[in-house]
């Protein structure tokens, strides 16, 4: 069982487009997190939800539009995609703030 | 704000050489500290953590020890294995429900 899910895995598409990924949680978590990672690795927090509430909008274009609609899911909406939204995007949970996030394993964004 | 500096890479070695990775943090508190691994294509996972000075996190021959003089937090490993070779993460996280992340290490453990 994935503790951590999201999809799609690869997601290729058109500048301009709208696009969402979606992630799911089956260990009871009440923290998600968005967490964007680009080509030379860097990872950085976008959002967080605690128990379904946004708790962390880290300056994100408002073309991303997070939506929690329990506890076990947090999905990532973004409209009028642009080149620099290429990246690999990872979900995570945690039941601690303080404590260990469990990652999903990533969706690949390539704006073309 | 708070930070998290660590070694930029690639680190090169040969297998059974030992590793030092280092990560210093800055912040108001005393955050936990965590080591994540992220192996080609996976998500990242937790490698080992610490949650006060003088911790020692430890997982699959790996040790860091959480140092608040120096605010460090250096991975080290005695015998590197091609197995290991993955990119590695230095973290720090307080009560903000934001966990900052270093960089990332790549290192590449030749046979």
């Known amino acids: 069982d994935t503790a951590v899910s999201q999809t799609p895995k690869y997601l290729v598409t058109q500048m301009g487009n709208d696009k969402s990924i979606k992630c799911e949680q089956n260990l009871g978590h009440d923290t998600m997190y968005w967490y964007k990672q680009d080509s030379k690795k860097f990872l950085k927090i976008m959002f967080s939800?605690?128990?379904?509430?946004?708790?962390i909008n880290e300056t994100v274009p408002n073309r991303f539009s997070p939506k929690s609609p329990d506890k076990a899911h947090l999905n990532l909406h973004i409209n009028s995609l642009e080149l620099g939204d290429s990246a690999v995007y990872f979900c995570?949970?945690?039941?601690?703030?303080?404590?260990?996030?469990?990652f999903g394993e990533g969706s690949r964004l390539t704006v073309l | 704000g708070d930070s998290v500096t660590q070694m930029e890479g690639p680190v090169t070695l040969s297998e059974e050489a030992f590793l030092t990775i280092n990560c210093t943090y800055t912040?108001?508190?005393?955050?936990?500290l965590f080591w994540y691994v992220q192996y080609p294509g996976e998500g990242l996972q937790l490698l080992l953590k610490a949650t006060k000075a003088d911790d020692k996190g430890s997982n699959k021959g790996f040790e860091a020890t959480y140092r608040k003089e120096t605010t460090s937090f250096h991975l080290e490993k005695g015998s590197v294995q091609v197995s290991d070779s993955a990119v590695y993460f230095c973290a720090g996280g307080d009560s903000s429900y934001k966990l900052i992340f270093g960089s990332g290490t790549r290192l590449l453990v030749r046979p």
């Open positions: 939800y605690n128990n379904k509430e946004l708790i």
């Open positions: 912040a108001t508190g005393y955050p936990s």
């Open positions: 995570a949970s945690s039941q601690d703030p303080r404590g260990e996030l469990f």
